[in-house]
T-cell receptor, first 110, second 113 residues
Framework: SQKIEQNSEALNIQEGKTATLTCNYT??????LQWYRQDPGRGPVFLLL?????KEKRKERLKVTFDTTLKQSLFHITASQPADSATYLC?????????FGAGTTVTVRA | NAGVTQTPKFRVLKTGQSMTLLCAQD?????MYWYRQDPGMGLRLIHY???????AKGEVPDGYNVSRLKKQNFLLGLESAAPSQTSVYFC????????????FGDGTRLSIL
């Protein structure tokens, strides 16, 4: 069965540093990979989407890479700020259903 | 811009009771979904709908039923609540397939005693 794994440990980083999150998957060949942000007590909010034929996507301080050979996506937050503290979820899709990872919690210290 | 609205936000039930969770979206989206989120397990798909009048089972459908009588509403029912159904339930909608983002509500926190 398909499996999606994100960093099991929470990530604590200093303000201004780059946070790097991983999303690994097995038994799956997704056409799309999405990243979401979730704040405590709120629903996930969409951040970025990358297609299987794209290597990298950027949006402001966010960068996503997608390596279909390694079956891995990396999510980078550059010049991190305390406001970036949240849980980040990766999700894989081929059609209209998403399969989510458990998420990685990021805490940015001022 | 309401987006996706879930009702109620919190609920406590006793084992064996029934209830319905309501999801409403104002974006004219065709696709709607119900997920549950448990600690350390990520979002798991319960049921989904690809259009008005249609429903389909997701990954964890047992103990739940759904209906999509109107395009903007998607209802999730628990016929006989069990403690294992204690969770946070999220509704989402999207205009298209995997190339489109899903829009989520803020969840219903349900406790079954």
């Amino acid at each position: 069965s398909q499996k999606i794994e994100q960093n099991s440990e929470a990530l604590n980083i200093q303000e201004g540093k780059t946070a790097t999150l991983t999303c690994n998957y097995t038994n799956y060949s997704p056409a799309y990979l999405q990243w979401y942000r979730q704040d405590p007590g709120r629903g996930p909010v969409f951040l970025l989407l990358i297609r299987e034929n794209e290597k990298e996507k950027r949006k402001e301080r966010l960068k996503v890479t997608f390596d279909t050979t390694l079956k891995q996506s990396l999510f980078h937050i550059t010049a991190s700020q305390p406001a970036d503290s949240a849980t980040y979820l990766c999700a894989l899709a081929n059609d209209y259903k998403l399969s989510f990872g458990a998420g990685t919690t990021v805490t940015v210290r001022a | 811009n309401a987006g996706v609205t879930q009702t109620p936000k919190f609920r406590v039930l006793k084992t064996g009771q029934s209830m319905t969770l309501l999801c409403a979206q104002d974006m004219n989206h065709e696709y709607m979904y119900w997920y549950r989120q448990d600690p350390g397990m990520g979002l798991r798909l319960i049921h989904y709908s690809v259009g008005e009048g249609t429903t389909a089972k997701g990954e964890v459908p047992d103990g739940y039923n759904v209906s999509r009588l109107k395009k903007q509403n998607f209802l999730l029912g628990l016929e006989s609540a069990a403690p294992s159904q204690t969770s946070v339930y999220f509704c989402a909608s999207t205009s298209g397939q995997g190339s489109q983002p899903q829009h989520f509500g803020d969840g219903t926190r349900l406790s079954i005693l």
